[in-house]
């Protein structure tokens, strides 16, 4: 039973356009939602974050876009730098702050 | 400020040997997480201290797996026996009190043949 979904395990994009990527969440009792990056050989490293209490949060090239009734979690990187290149998890939380984690996207920019 | 630190970073073993995991987290931070990172999927918490006390081991598979944080510091988490399905990614995290946001460690990569 998973309870967070990231249904798309790669993702392809050109330098300097937008990279959107997607998570689906089951319970609505989650109150929080995070996006971690991750380079090979290297711990999750935290990205951005957004409580339920708000819609959109941004932060320099990423944004984050919550949608409660459809319980969707979405990054936005605009623009895509190669650097980006990395697989991205999306997390959500309840109120023991605990993370439950998505099977994670591999995004791939292409110079 | 000095991240988390875990060690080894990579470990082979044979199954039914043990082994053990150590971690030292960012300072100040109360709340200390170990995760199992199997290829292909998310961090699956396996357990959560706050201080040196447990707040939730319900997903630490307690026959085999053992962990502790002595002193609410530093935590070590242990394997004994390994089996094969224990060939994974063990990740080290913490938090600040309050906070949602968890800091990772670079984990220890463990193989076992």
């Known amino acids: 039973d998973q309870q967070v979904k990231q249904n798309s395990p790669s993702l392809s994009v050109q330098e300097g356009r937008i990279s959107i990527l997607n998570c689906d969440y089951t319970n609505s009792m989650f109150d929080y939602f995070l996006w971690y990056k991750k380079y090979p050989a290297e711990g999750p490293t935290f990205l951005i974050s957004i409580s339920s209490i708000k819609d959109k949060n941004e932060d320099g090239r990423f944004t984050v876009f919550l949608n409660k009734s459809a319980k969707h979690l979405s990054l936005h990187i605009v623009p895509s730098q190669p650097g980006d290149s990395a697989v991205y998890f999306c997390?959500?939380?309840?109120?023991?702050?605990?993370?439950?984690f998505g099977s994670g996207t591999q995004l791939t920019v292409l110079p | 400020e000095a991240g988390v630190a875990q060690s080894p970073r990579y470990k082979i073993i044979e199954k039914r040997q043990s082994v053990a995991f150590w971690c030292n987290p960012i300072?100040?931070?109360?709340?200390l997480y170990w995760y199992q990172q199997i290829l292909g999927q998310g961090p699956k918490l396996l357990i959560q201290?706050?201080?040196?006390?447990?707040?939730?081991d319900s997903q630490l598979p307690k026959d085999r797996f053992s962990a502790e944080r002595l002193k609410g510091v530093d935590s070590t988490l242990k394997i004994q026996p390994a089996k094969l399905e224990d060939s994974a990614v063990y990740l080290c995290a913490s938090s600040g009190q309050g906070n949602y946001e968890q800091y990772f460690g670079p984990g220890t990569r463990l193989t076992v043949t």
């Open positions: 201290f706050q201080n040196n006390g447990v707040v939730d």
């Open positions: 997390a959500v939380s309840g109120s023991a702050r605990q993370l439950t």
């Open positions: 300072s100040g931070h109360a709340t």
